[in-house]
């Protein structure tokens, strides 16, 4: 069955710099483009980065962009956000997801937790 | 940048039908899809291509899309039910994904 488990959430200073992992299994995970969603204590789903499954093109919305970075690894079935300058307004619950032809976002992961505090 | 604009919150009695709107510019040009998300879970997707169900979703929950708007309707809405739900599309102008505010769906 697919599983997707985020893992690299925790309490960091703003400024500083932090890396989560979504690691993927029972698919073809070269296969699928590969999403960061996140959602702020209390509030919505803001969408954050996607990747396409090969790696070659990536897109941001305006909130993140220049300060966070999607990237993959097709041999080890693994999906990063690497995430610098990190500000309060960061902090969420981060799931990464994958997209399916429709385009829909078909199956979650948990979510990890990240915390932009002083 | 696109937006979608869903009602903060929705109220239904058990058994009746819910109905929850997502409105954005020419939304009925692009496919909608909509996630229910239950306190403390990630999201499900429920929806896609404005009406679909993926397997395993009843068949009680239904999608339209015409115009500004797409609907989500819950026929013979269960305790079960309550949830906040999503309606999400995809920007062909930007490549970027967006989603409504989320609507709280109370069954009472």
């Known amino acids: 069955q697919v599983q997707l488990v985020e893992s690299g959430g925790g309490v960091v200073q703003p400024g500083r710099s932090l890396r989560l992992s979504c690691a993927a299994s029972?698919?073809?995970?070269?296969?699928?483009?590969m999403h960061w969603v996140r959602q702020a204590p209390g509030k919505g789903l803001e969408w954050v980065a996607v990747i396409w499954y090969d790696g070659s093109k990536k897109y941001y919305p305006d909130s993140v962009k220049g300060r966070f970075t999607i990237s993959r690894d097709n041999s080890n079935n693994t999906l990063y956000l690497q995430m610098n300058s990190l500000r309060a307004e960061d902090t969420a619950v981060y799931y990464c997801?994958?997209?399916?032809?429709?385009?829909?976002?078909?199956?979650w992961g948990q979510g990890t937790l990240v915390t932009v505090s002083s | 940048s696109y937006s979608l604009t869903q009602p903060p919150s929705v109220s239904v009695s058990p058994g009746q039908t819910a109905s929850i709107t997502c409105s954005g510019d020419k939304l009925g040009e692009q496919y909608a899809c909509w996630y229910q998300q239950k306190p403390g879970r990630s999201p499900v997707l429920v929806i896609y291509q404005d009406n679909k169900r993926p397997s395993g979703i009843p068949e009680r929950f239904s999608g339209s899309n015409s115009g500004n708007t797409a609907t989500l309707t819950i026929s013979g809405t269960q305790a079960m039910d309550e949830a906040d739900y999503y309606c999400q599309v995809w920007d062909s102008d930007t490549s970027y994904w967006v989603f409504g505010g989320g609507t709280k769906l109370t069954v009472l």
């Open positions: 029972g698919f073809t995970f070269s296969r699928y483009g």
């Open positions: 997801a994958r997209e399916q032809i429709g385009p829909k976002l078909d199956y």
